[in-house]
């Protein structure tokens, strides 16, 4: 498992803080007037922080862990080379208290997993991050076949779906800014 890019010591030493992750990613400088815009849709940023909890560090992860759900995300946003998220998630890694397999996960040069099922994530999340519209049946029957039950294919594809979301939104807050 080669883990080069991602390494325990490039990891944040402490988690981010859990608000308006997406702002902090998209680094709005304050007098902006796209700052000023979304002072008034705060709703949106509030449903938007509420769904990155509820798909990040939900009380109950089910068969995903917090660390693993992390470091998928991180995966997700390396893969986009979105480094204030990536910069968030490895905060996320860190405070999940991730081992070293959840470390290579994370890193999207890492392929070769000895765990069918952190394969089986892995393969998923980068279809899912790269490629959604080429996912079919067969991806989930591979999800099964490694042994991930019905219940965390839907948590894993809730996580996916959020991760693209808010990838899209930072990516989108950072062209309007520089456009403007």
């Avoid at 509820?54 to 660390?67: C, F, I, K, N, W």
């Avoid at 910069?87 to 392929?111: C, F, I, K, N, W």
Wanted: without cysteine; charged residues 20%.
């Amino acid at each position: 498992m080669a883990a080069d890019s991602v390494t325990a010591n490039s990891i944040t030493a402490e988690a981010p803080e859990q608000t308006d992750v997406v702002r902090r990613a998209a680094a709005l400088p304050p007098d902006s007037p796209l700052q000023a815009a979304l002072e008034g849709r705060a709703d949106i940023l509030a449903m938007t922080q509420q769904a990155h909890d509820a798909a990040l560090v939900p009380e109950d992860p089910g068969g995903l862990s917090h660390a693993l759900r992390a470091a998928l995300a991180l995966r997700a946003a390396l893969l986009h080379e979105e480094e204030a998220l990536a910069d968030h998630y490895r905060g996320l890694l860190t405070a999940a208290s991730a081992d070293g397999a959840m470390v290579a996960l994370a890193d999207p040069a890492t392929q070769d997993f000895a765990d069918p099922r952190v394969a089986a994530f892995a393969a998923y999340t980068d279809l899912a991050s790269k490629s959604p519209k080429d996912a079919t049946a067969d991806d989930i029957e591979a999800l099964k076949a490694a042994g991930i039950g019905d219940a965390d294919i839907v948590r894993l594809a809730e996580l996916t779906a959020f991760l693209a979301y808010q990838l899209r939104v930072v990516a989108g807050l950072k062209l309007m800014q520089a456009t403007a």
